[in-house]
């Protein structure tokens, strides 16, 4: 409560509220109190900053408003810039010098490197060369021949089957039915071979030697079905 | 020639009239020196690795500056005010990229420019007592805050705060204010040095 009192007296003093009698007693007061002396130089002080707070925060209140003001108005306009673009330029300006020592010393690291290799290789003499040239061609025919083994291994073919008959046949549906004539087939079991020269698995379901004709189907894990048949097939009779 | 010469005489005038205005936070005054010279500042900030954000922080920045150096019972402008405002535009902006770590290469500018270190100087100060006094009060809450930025700020009778913050009189607003004085004393000499 004291403390309030005296800040009062002293706010009233700085602003010349007192009457004249009243001043000549406090100047009294502080002559005689250092305490109070101090207060009054501090509080002063402060009360002047306060004051260059309050100017400077009410312009600032000006300034303020008289922009948006005016920005509202469409006195300017801020520049659209293409945000990313202006990054990567902005890094390229800033570290410009440091991408070009990188880039020398890189290319000075690689010009080392490949002359320490060069030195250090062995160096081979010719006959040792066409030796090494002789191994890999043998190498090259083994497995040439080993390839060929593969593929022969591969045919869906029995080994001890023979070929007795061919002709030619069509699919008429997507599930794998193929139709052809009766007197290709001379069996039970039978082959077909798609035109990308997939050997596939079929069964013969059923045969009209009268007609000719004959109901392949393929059985095979290797077959994929097409979407649709490449043709229509339409119910129609003839004209020959 | 004498034409030439009552011309410059008229712009002068003119200067000076601004600049009054602005000593005495004249709306008219501060719209027109935005007119006249913010456009200047955004193309130069815009084209120095800033936006239109920055020229609006960095123009208004310069304005107080000059309504400080106006304030001062020294003041002399000796150049013309688009020069000055530049000039610490210019310093402002400098300073700013260096914090951001941004700056590589010499300003583009074709404007011309001042030397305003001494003046930034003393401005420099000024603006870290008033960010001190800003934090001391921001810190203070309501409705302290308030009070006393009615009674030193706006200027407003104790009757009038009383009436707005809704004490029953005068002498109880006073008592409440001188608390929140105490308060904000405390706060704002526990950063600010006098003899900085």
Known sequence: MEDIQLLETIERYLSGEMSSEETIQFE?????????????????????QMEAYAQRKIVQQTAQQTFNHLLAEGEWSPLELDLPKYKVIQLWTKYKKTFAIAASFGGFIAIITSLIVMYLSPSLNGTQLLQLSKAVEVIKKNQQVQGHLLNEVKS??????????????????????????AHVLK????????????????????????????????????????????????HKISDL | MIQISINTLKAELNEQALLKGLAQNDSKAVETLYKGHFAMIQHFVENNNGCFDDARDIF??????????????????????????FSICKHLWLKRLHQLG?????????????SVE????????KEAAFAIMDRALNSLGEPCKSLLE???????????????FGYTNADNTKNQKYKCLLRLKKLFFAQYNIGD
Do not use: W
């Not at chain 1, 009294?28 to 002047?48: A, C, G, P, W, Y």
């Open chain 1, 28 to 48: 009294l007061t502080r002559k005689n109190n250092s305490e109070i002396d101090q207060m009054v130089v501090e509080h002063k002080l402060f009360l002047h």
């Open chain 1, 156 to 181: 869906k073919v029995p080994e001890n089957a023979k070929l007795i008959s061919g002709g030619s046949g069509f699919l008429i549906d997507i599930k794998g039915f193929i139709i052809t004539n």
């Open chain 1, 187 to 234: 069996g039970d079991g039978a082959i077909v071979i798609d035109s990308k020269g997939q050997e596939l698995n079929a069964k013969i379901i059923y045969s009209d030697i009268n007609n000719d004709l004959a109901l392949l189907k393929i059985e095979d894990k290797d077959y994929v079905q097409p979407k649709n048949i490449p043709y229509a097939i339409r």
């Open chain 2, 60 to 85: 208004q920045e310069a304005m107080i500056a000059l309504y400080e150096k106006v304030q001062l019972d020294s003041f002399v402008l000796t150049c013309q005010i688009k020069t000055y405002l």
């Open chain 2, 102 to 114: 941004k700056y590589s290469s010499p300003l583009s500018t074709h404007e011309e420019s001042i």
């Open chain 2, 118 to 125: 001494t003046d930034m100087g003393i401005f420099e100060k």
């Open chain 2, 150 to 164: 009615g009674y030193y700020i706006n200027k407003k009778g104790m009757q009038e705060l009383a009436n707005q």
